[in-house]
């Protein structure tokens, strides 16, 4: 981190977004900021959270607060006259202005992504919390396929994933979890709803577990009862566009290269306009985060990088399609995190 804050010219760096102090300190509690400097690094909570800091943290100097963490750790910067970043993305104006004003002559830098460009390379310790997030998820979606029949809710298959990612070793869902079926599952992010499924439907699922912080990402498309020559069309025309892009992934491809390689598939097939989104995003700490895989971000993937990679097809008021992957780059291409089957499934 210091030397990210050498790289922009930097004298101190105040962290704020929990997830970043998380990714830093290892601190897991809901309050708190961390002041970084040359030669310290102070990491103020308040009193809720004095004995979890010292249990979960190791080399930080603590500091109990009895007011907000941020205005103590720029009260114990008296008179700093010098370069401050902090974080433009997660700190309110509320909050900016008060430290201003308790530092009013520092020089305030806003950076928006110094952690987050170290979060994009996870470590094996990383890897492995997201291997067994995407265990869980795999496990429950194999026991939620015998749940599916005639008459459920939406609703009802989402809370029975929620449940079983909890009874498997979760600590929740990464998102709220998406069950959208019919002419419902033509929505990229519908809500589970109140609508009970029918012979013939579409039904995607995108559910991902939390373990130990980190998160998996997962979706798949299934069919109740017997899929029409068109619902297996689009299907395999998207599941052939995933692994086109999938079969891309390794050191040094650029992001758009591996949107573009799925999004021309669809395209040439004359549905470029029914898939309006990203092709993928990072997983870690969040479930949504660098890198992000886009026909917009030429920068390239490197060894360790976890991602989505996840094309759809979504046809207005009839049904939609997607397929969505968590990978983690290797040296020689990438492994599959979510391990779920693929092919069609007729339930």
């Known amino acids: 981190m210091r030397k990210q804050m050498g790289s922009t010219g930097l004298d101190s760096f105040v962290v704020t977004d929990m997830k970043n102090v998380r990714y830093l300190t290892g601190f897991t509690g809901s309050s708190g900021a961390l002041m970084i400097d040359s030669g310290t690094a102070t990491l103020i909570t308040d009193f809720r959270y004095a004995e979890q800091v010292e249990e979960e943290t190791e080399g930080f100097d603590i500091r109990i607060s009895k007011e907000a963490p941020l205005l103590e750790g720029a009260r114990l910067k008296n008179g700093f006259k010098g370069r401050l970043g902090f974080e433009a993305k997660s700190m309110s104006y509320l909050d900016f202005s008060k430290l201003k004003g308790v530092l009013p002559e520092a020089q305030f830098i806003p950076c928006e992504s110094l952690v987050q460009d170290l979060r994009k ?45 909890r009874a498997k070793g979760s ?54 009862g017997e899929a029409d020559e068109s619902q297996r069309s689009v299907y395999q025309l998207v599941l052939d566009a995933q692994q086109r892009a999938l079969d891309m ?12 390689a799925a999004r021309e598939m669809i395209e040439d097939k004359g549905y470029g306009e029914n898939f309006g989104h990203r092709l993928g995003h990072g997983v870690g700490l969040d479930v949504h985060e660098e890198p992000v895989i886009s026909g917009k971000v030429d920068a390239p993937v490197s ?24 990978v983690v780059v290797r040296e020689d291409g990438s492994e599959r995190l979510t391990l779920s089957a693929k092919e069609l499934m007729e339930l």
Not at 171 to 198: C, K, N, Y
Not at 249 to 260: A, F
């Open 121 to 165: 390379v996870k470590d094996p310790y990383e890897i492995g919390k997201i291997r067994e997030a995407a265990r869980i998820g795999d496990a429950v979606f194999d026991e939620i396929l015998v749940e599916i029949r005639p008459g459920i809710t939406e609703s009802e298959l989402a809370a029975e994933i929620d449940h079983r990612f």
């Open 171 to 224: 600590s929740g869902s990464a998102f709220e979890t998406i069950v959208a079926s019919g002419p419902r599952s033509s929505m990229p992010h519908a809500r589970a709803g109140e609508r009970r499924l029918t012979n013939g439907d579409m039904i995607t699922f995108d559910m991902g577990a939390v373990f130990d912080g980190y998160c998996s990402d997962m979706t798949r498309t299934v069919v109740l």
């Open 303 to 326: 060894v360790n990088m976890v991602f989505t990679v996840e094309p759809g097809v979504y046809l207005p008021k009839r049904w939609g399609v997607r397929i969505e992957d968590t």
């Open 249 to 260: 992934v390794k050191p040094g491809v650029k992001s758009c290269d591996l949107d573009r």
